[in-house]
């Protein structure tokens, strides 16, 4: 699978309207056949970052999704709501997805 972060740091008065504003971007990215997961989160030290976290089930899936046109006007979209040049982490994992953490389990 490709898996990758990115982190977005929002014009301030961007911020508070960043997942409507991304949402169909979102919404047609989760649609498209090789999408695992696209998962945005907000900092909770910083209210102006954004973290996308998405995976593809390979590099084919990844290749389609950045020559798609959701793609280009979400990169449009994207533009004109940063602040700065995101930063980013992209690498080839192994697995179809998300696995379970056995270190960490539901209490009564």
Known sequence: MIFIVVKF????????????RVDEFTQATRAEPGNLFFEWSRSVDDPNTFVLVEA???????????????FKAGIATLSSLVASTPQIVNVEAPGDGWSVMAEVQPTA
Do not use: C, I, R
Not at 9 to 20: G, R, V, Y
């Open 9 to 20: 740091t929002a014009k301030p008065e961007h911020a508070d309207q960043w997942l409507a």
């Open 56 to 70: 593809f089930a390979d590099g084919d899936a990844g290749a389609a999704h950045v020559q798609s046109d959701h």
